[in-house]
């Protein structure tokens, strides 16, 4: 059964997504989406607004948002992705925060360096589950802010509230 809520952030309102946990009583994350965000889920006939089951994401989101949350503790849905993108989507879950690495240095990780920075970077792309998959703390080599589903202004929003910015 899939189920979704909105959460206010000082992004806009949030859309989750997720499906029943099995064995459990809470939810598994399947998307996280921002508004206007390139790709992001739209809600679809049949899925359930049930905003108590993300009740546990959305107070860890709203610690985050006012600095007090460093690390998520979310059950993420199974099977979403390819092999890739899963080794890509766990090696961004290992960027501490407040830190950034570049695209080269996340393809390192993965073994996929050389030209396998592009597919990283696409793998990056279509990470379903934006702000607690930490794909806004992966920078251009040169320090620059690159691509972003949710939008640029966001990503540097993001990189902002965890004091990650280089001085510029």
């Known amino acids: 059964m899939t189920m979704y809520a909105t959460v206010d952030s000082p992004l806009g309102a949030l859309l989750l997504v997720g ?4 064995g459990t009583a809470g939810v598994a994350l399947v998307s996280l989406s921002l508004p206007g ?7 679809q006939e049949g899925w359930l607004h049930r905003p108590a089951a993300f009740e546990r994401v959305a107070v860890q989101l709203r610690e985050y ?9 979310v059950l993420y849905a199974d099977g979403l992705g390819t092999d890739f993108q899963r080794r890509v ?6 960027v501490p925060y407040g830190e950034t690495v570049s695209y080269g ?3 390192e990780r993965v073994g996929s360096s050389g030209a396998g920075v ?3 970077g696409t793998a990056i792309g279509r990470n379903p589950l934006l702000v607690v998959r ?3 703390r992966v920078i251009g080599a040169d320090g ?3 691509g972003y589903a949710g939008g640029l202004e966001r990503k540097q929003q993001l990189l902002g509230l965890e004091g990650a910015l280089a001085a510029g």
């Open 19 to 22: 499906e029943e946990a099995a």
């Open 37 to 43: 965000q390139k790709g992001a889920a739209v809600v």
């Open 65 to 73: 948002f006012e600095g007090r949350r460093t690390r998520f503790d």
């Open 89 to 94: 989507w766990a090696a961004l879950d290992g």
């Open 105 to 107: 240095q996340i393809a």
């Open 118 to 120: 592009r597919a990283v």
């Open 134 to 136: 930490p794909c806004h």
């Open 144 to 146: 620059a802010l690159r």
